[in-house]
């Protein structure tokens, strides 16, 4: 069955990102967003710069689900803080044959589906709301910046990583592969999508809330031996839980950092978020490693450190 209704649940960098492509791909793609973001898309649609040129698409844009109604396949790309939102406003678009594809950050609330970490789904709520059966998982590897609300800007990175969460291959896995290398996406299917969640997560759980502390692009974070070496300790931690998880990594820290300093001045999406006054997505990269290091008896106090510190941080500035 192809992907006809499609819908983009949170137009932010990445959202738009995918939406637009798509768009311009020739699929009518619609989006459930709200506020200034609504408005733009209501008005001038999606638009995406890239390559110095204005990509710029129709988009049927509505803060109502019911609107919309049952789609073939709902993209969920918001922040951590955001999803509590999502649940309360999805189930009219999910039918029993419904793809949900999460284009988000950190540990989702399907990476452990037998027991939901309280850090990302208290009491399994969004579980609950978007079962298991209905979700294909997703690693973005791309970086896109809002310039201003439904204006998106995309700065580097085409890649995408999809896999079934128990590692089967099946029809609707090869079917969203083709259906966003049709947007100019390299999509790599995996048999082992957890593990890439972890790997990816491994990077982001310290330079994310690191930049957001300090103020400092990844390339200044990595020039200082201090906290490159804090840095290390820490992913060492989530190396020892990944092992333990099913998710082992073949990388050492020093290995991770050399590729991420190719980036070179990079502000990662914490930090944006930080400079923006934007709730920090702390739970999904910080909180749910430690909660997940608890269960499997790995002591975590590099990453305990980095949580109480970024946690402290985004509740005096009103960000957590």
């Known amino acids: ?17 995918l939406g637009a492509r798509l ?31 204005l990509l710029q698409q129709p988009a049927r844009a509505t803060d109502d689900a019911h609107a919309l109604g049952v789609q073939d396949l709902v993209v969920i790309a918001v922040k951590g803080p955001a999803m509590a939102a999502v649940v309360r406003t999805i189930a009219p678009l999910l039918g029993p044959a419904t793809v949900v594809l999460p284009a988000v950050n950190g540990v989702p609330w399907w990476f452990l589906p037998g027991a939901p970490l309280a850090s990302v789904d208290p009491g399994g709520r969004i ?3 978007i079962p298991l059966a209905h979700v294909v998982g997703c690693v973005v590897h791309a970086s896109a ?38 947007a100019g996406f390299d999509v790599t299917l995996s048999a082992q999508i957890r593990a890439d969640v972890w790997y990816k997560l491994w990077g982001n759980l310290t330079m994310n809330p690191v930049s957001a502390l300090t103020g400092a692009t990844i390339d200044l974070v990595l020039d200082d031996p201090l906290v490159r070496a804090f840095c290390s300790a820490a992913m060492d ?15 050492t820290a020093e290995d991770r950092h050399a590729v991420t300093r190719k980036l070179g001045a990079f502000r990662t999406s914490m930090l944006q978020d930080a400079q923006a006054g934007r709730p920090l997505e702390l739970d999904t990269i910080v909180g749910a490693v430690r909660e997940i290091g608890q269960r499997v008896g790995v002591a975590t106090p590099n990453i305990d450190a980095l949580l109480g510190l970024t946690r402290l941080f985004g509740r005096v500035h009103g960000l957590y």
């Open 237 to 251: 931690e989530a190396a020892a839980i990944g092992g333990l998880i099913g998710c082992p990594l073949t990388q």
């Open 145 to 182: 910046a809002v310039l201003a609300p439904g204006l998106v800007e995309h700065r580097m990175g085409q890649g995408l990583v999809m896999g079934e969460p128990a590692g089967a291959d099946s029809a609707r896995l090869r079917r969203l592969a083709q259906l966003f290398a049709s």
């Open 127 to 129: 579980l609950a709301a």
């Open 23 to 53: 768009a311009g791909a020739g699929h009518a793609v619609s989006a459930l967003a709200r506020g200034g973001t609504l408005a733009a898309l209501q008005t001038h649609g999606w638009r995406l710069q890239q390559a110095g040129a």
């Open 1 to 17: 069955m192809p992907f006809e209704r499609i819908c983009v649940v949170g137009a932010g960098a990445i959202g738009t990102l």
